[in-house]
């Protein structure tokens, strides 16, 4: 949350001493274990109104023997009044989507009241434009599932039963909106748990990001950044034939609005921050990223000079390639510790910066904090013990999601080692781009051309 935000030049969050973090929304447990088996020194609050989410994460806790987690089994508008501090860190990735319009007043309520000034919030959501063609999908499952009446199961066997036999038919609805058909194919090759929360639940609701932002703003929320990282870049968000327009956006959430009709945005992972405070031009140099601790994902020769994101090709610079990687050998380290670095001597720390973006975004490296080796060791320890069996009973591996060691970084797994090779490209181009940011609504990679005679203004 912390580098996103800074991306978008919003100060981070001190997070060396205690801070707090709260989770709206428990799932299984296993994001806010993780957290908090890595921060011993913070304290971590889930709230979720169902039970089985509660009582999966309390045992969770239980195993990995954490003593800074507390479990509130509630919705979001019956803390009030529950002693609760206020928090450094709010997440919400799943209640504002099947939110009725009272739980989603409360939970902007929550965030006024709860967030502290500075704090930041993250909230993931189903977006419109792109999840426009699932709304008649839907209504044909649930109106029939619905009249075959049953639970949950025969609701959802019913519902796909349906789906199967009109698209099969080629009902009209889907000679005429073809993009309709692709969707439901998707959902019937998908979990069909995820299947059954994403159409059976009678709140279901997508919504534009405009819409989200007015919302937010209620509780003194304004938009810090997206996820995954690539977004906060235009040329790597935004075709190229869109970037001449998008440059006279006046802000970043005119930027946002516009863009999911470019992207046909169907998911969203956002960042605000509670601050009315301008944004800080050029973070990188002005102090932003000092405390963040890049740690190497992947062995130095698993890194390419060059990496595809999105419709684009990235390039480092070979000589900074190769003192990165040599410089990073040992470990994680930060942006101040690798401008001294002999090796790195000759690049200015502007290069050493955009060397660092570079291989955020090609997944070489993972931004987050240094914390002491002896407070970790029991926590992650434990929690590893715990997430390996819990792995072994559900006969499936989850290396990649294990903490390793004291650093509290992620393993990084054969599996994924193997993807991020294949990612890789073996050719560097002729003109490689560089990583910068400008002051613009959101970074760049390439500088600005003059606007077109004829492109409208955002």
């Given at each position: ?6 991306l978008?030049?919003?100060r981070?969050?001190p ?6 973090y ?13 957290l ?6 913070a ?5 979720d109104?169902?039970a089985?989410?509660?009582a999966a ?7 990995c023997?954490?003593t ?15 002693e ?13 989507s ?19 000034p500075?704090g930041?919030?993250?909230l993931g959501?189903h ?8 709304l008649?999908?839907?209504?044909m499952?649930?109106?029939y599932?619905?009249h ?6 025969e609701?959802?066997?019913?519902g ?6 009109m698209?099969e ?6 000679e005429r909106?073809?993009d309709?058909?692709?969707h439901?194919?998707?959902l ?8 059954a929360?994403?159409y ?7 919504e534009y990001?405009?819409s989200?932002?007015r919302?937010l703003?209620?509780a ?6 997206a996820w ?13 034939r ?9 802000d ?7 863009v ?13 921050v509670?601050s009315?405070a ?9 102090g932003?990223?000092?405390a963040?601790?890049f740690?190497p ?5 698993e890194?390419?000079?060059?990496t595809?994101?999105?419709d684009?090709d990235?390039a ?8 990165l990687q ?8 930060t942006l ?6 002999a090796?790195l ?14 291989l955020v975004?090609?997944q ?5 904090v ?5 407070a970790?060791?029991?926590?992650i320890s434990a ?9 072994a009973?559900?006969?499936e ?5 294990r903490?390793?060691?004291a650093?509290g970084?992620?393993?990084?797994s054969?599996?994924?080692r ?8 073996a050719?560097?181009r002729?003109?490689p ?8 609504p ?5 500088r ?5 005679e004829?492109t409208?203004?955002?």
């Amino acid at each position: 949350m912390n580098y996103i935000a800074a991306l978008g030049g919003h100060r981070p969050r001190p997070v060396k001493r205690s801070f707090a973090y709260c989770a709206l929304g428990c799932g299984d447990g296993l994001s806010l274990a993780l957290l908090a088996a890595s921060n011993p020194h913070a304290r971590f609050v889930g709230v979720d109104e169902d039970a089985s989410s509660i009582a999966a994460t309390r045992e969770l806790a239980a195993r990995c023997a954490l003593t800074n987690v507390a479990l509130i089994e509630a919705g979001v508008g019956q803390t009030s009044r529950k002693e609760l501090p206020p928090f450094d860190f709010i997440a919400a990735r799943g209640q504002w989507s099947w939110a009725k319009d009272k739980a989603r007043a409360d939970m902007v309520s929550f965030l006024e009241r709860r967030l502290k000034p500075g704090g930041l919030f993250t909230l993931g959501y189903h977006a419109l434009p792109g999840c426009a063609d699932a709304l008649p999908a839907r209504e044909m499952m649930v109106t029939y599932a619905n009249h075959k009446g049953g639970d949950a199961d025969e609701r959802l066997r019913n519902g796909l039963a349906y789906v199967r036999f009109m698209t099969e038919s080629r009902a009209g609805l889907f000679e005429r909106r073809p993009d309709a058909l692709r969707h439901l194919e998707d959902l019937l090759a998908s979990d069909p748990q995820r299947a059954a929360r994403d159409y059976l639940t009678a709140d279901w609701r997508p919504e534009y990001f405009s819409s989200v932002s007015r919302s937010l703003a209620e509780a003194g929320l304004g938009f810090a950044g997206a996820w995954p990282p690539a977004l906060n870049y235009m040329d790597l968000g935004v075709p190229s034939r869109f970037q001449e327009f998008f440059l006279t956006a006046p802000d970043r959430d005119t930027f946002e609005a516009h863009v999911d009709f470019v992207r046909d945005t169907r998911y969203r992972i956002d960042y605000y921050v509670r601050s009315r405070a301008a944004r800080v031009p050029d973070p990188w140099a002005k102090g932003l990223f000092d405390a963040v601790v890049f740690t190497p994902m992947a062995l130095p020769q698993e890194r390419a000079a060059v990496t595809r994101v999105g419709d684009v090709d990235l390039a480092l610079q070979e000589s900074l390639a190769g003192a990165l990687q040599t410089a990073m050998a040992n470990g994680p380290t930060t942006l101040l510790e690798l401008s001294a670095t002999a090796g790195l001597a000759g690049f200015a720390p502007a290069e050493v910066a955009r060397g660092l973006q570079y291989l955020v975004l090609a997944q070489g490296l993972a931004p987050g904090v240094r914390k002491p080796a002896a407070a970790l060791r029991g926590g992650i320890s434990a929690a590893n013990h715990a997430l390996l069996e819990r792995a072994a009973a559900a006969g499936e591996e989850r290396s990649g999601a294990r903490v390793d060691g004291a650093r509290g970084r992620p393993r990084v797994s054969h599996r994924r080692r193997a993807r991020l090779r294949g990612s890789a490209r073996a050719k560097q181009r002729a003109h490689p781009r560089a990583v910068h940011c400008h002051d613009g609504p959101a970074g760049t990679l390439s500088r600005r051309h003059p606007r077109a005679e004829g492109t409208p203004r955002a």
